[in-house]
Structure formats: C-alpha cells, structure tokens
C-alpha cells in the first residue's frame, strides 16, 4: 500500500498528483500504487517495487496487456499491440497507459494470451 489508508484500508489523498491504482492478479492478491500524471503504470510499479510483466515499453509488443475493472485510462501512443476489439472489451497496455481516474487493473502474465491467443494450446 502507497500513502496513507482510511479506516477502511483505502488509500487517501496525501496532495500528490496523480491517482490510485489497485493491481490485481489472478491468485487474488492486490497491490495498491500512486501513478503521477505524467508517469505510466508500468513505471509506476516499478518505482514501488511491484513487479509487473512489460517488455518493450511502448505499446507495440503487448506483455504487458491488463484488462481495466474499474475506472479510465489514458493511452500516451496509439496501443499497437491491441485491436480495437481488444480496447473496446476493456483491454489496455500499462506501459502507455496513465490513469485518468483512481483505477483497478487485472493484471499477469496470462492475460496477453486471452487477448492475443497462442498457439502452444
């Protein structure tokens, strides 16, 4: 958890810019972290020590593909690794991906296949 928490274990705002984003995993387990306005997610966890899958960094390759539960996400470049299909149904990229509100994401390494499929199935 970044910052500080309400009675409930919600994050607060502590005056920083930017906005909340819960990570959730398919095991269940969360992370909470602060995304600046100008920072991506994937940078974000990053600095917090919250591992993340990403390759290349700029939208192209799809690693690091999310699905957003809650809330809305800015995309900084056109997500390359994503059909329109993908973004429509709730599928974003984190590694150009900055909060435009408090967000939830559902993240790991599996979620790039249920979007891209592979072919080792």
């Not at 095991?27 to 100008?38: A, C, K, M």
């Not at 966890?45 to 699905?67: F, Q, R, S």
Request: aromatic residues 4%.
């Amino acid at each position: 958890m970044v910052g500080p928490e309400d009675d409930s274990g919600e994050p607060v705002g502590d005056g920083q810019a930017g906005h909340v984003v819960e990570l959730v995993w398919p095991d269940g387990r969360t992370e909470t972290i602060r995304v600046g306005s100008d920072e991506s997610i994937v940078d974000a966890a990053e600095a917090a020590g919250v591992a993340i899958p990403y390759g290349c960094l700029y939208g192209a390759c799809g690693t690091c593909t999310a699905e957003l539960l809650d809330g809305e996400l800015r995309h900084t470049t056109h997500p390359r690794a994503l059909k329109d299909r993908s973004l429509d149904t709730g599928y974003v990229l984190p590694c150009i991906g900055t909060p435009e509100t408090d967000c939830r994401l559902r993240v790991g390494h599996g979620i790039q296949a249920e979007v891209v499929g592979t072919p080792w199935r």
